[in-house]
């Protein structure tokens, strides 16, 4: 079992930055692909980012691309999210999920590829 925590979220104002960073406990997190969803009042939890096991492989939706960073801390058993240029848009609550069913350099950009999730953490974009 993976127990996985936000934190980073607060309010910022459109064009500033914020950086998520997810905590894992439990079996350990290093042999997992990481990814970042996130979820806007009356939508579909959507992809945002993810990591590979060994960081080589990532990927990040068309939407925040060139905008967001994501980066891991295996030794930390941490996952990062670097928001920057921030916009509206952007509002949403950020979840961090592990993927402890796939190849472990996959970063996959599924919903339904991801096994362990957190509770989430809120990011609200203001301008």
């Known amino acids: 079992q993976v127990q996985l925590v936000e934190s980073g979220g607060g309010l910022v104002q459109a064009g500033g930055s914020l950086r998520l960073s997810c905590a894992a406990s439990g079996r350990t997190f290093s042999s997992y692909s990481m990814g970042w969803f996130r979820q806007a009042p009356g939508k579909e939890r959507e992809f945002v980012a993810s990591?590979?096991?060994?960081?080589?492989?990532?990927n990040y939706a068309d939407s925040v691309k060139g905008r967001f960073t994501i980066s891991r801390d295996n030794a930390k058993k941490a996952v990062y999210l670097q928001m920057n240029s921030l916009t509206l848009e952007d509002t949403a609550v950020y979840y961090c999920?592990?993927?402890?069913?796939?190849?472990?350099?996959?970063?996959?950009?599924?919903?339904?590829?991801?096994?362990?999730w957190g509770q989430g953490t809120q990011v609200t974009v203001s301008s």
């Open positions: 999920a592990a993927d402890a069913s796939h190849a472990s350099d996959v970063a996959s950009w599924e919903v339904g590829e991801y096994d362990y």
């Open positions: 990591i590979g096991w060994w960081g080589r492989t990532t």
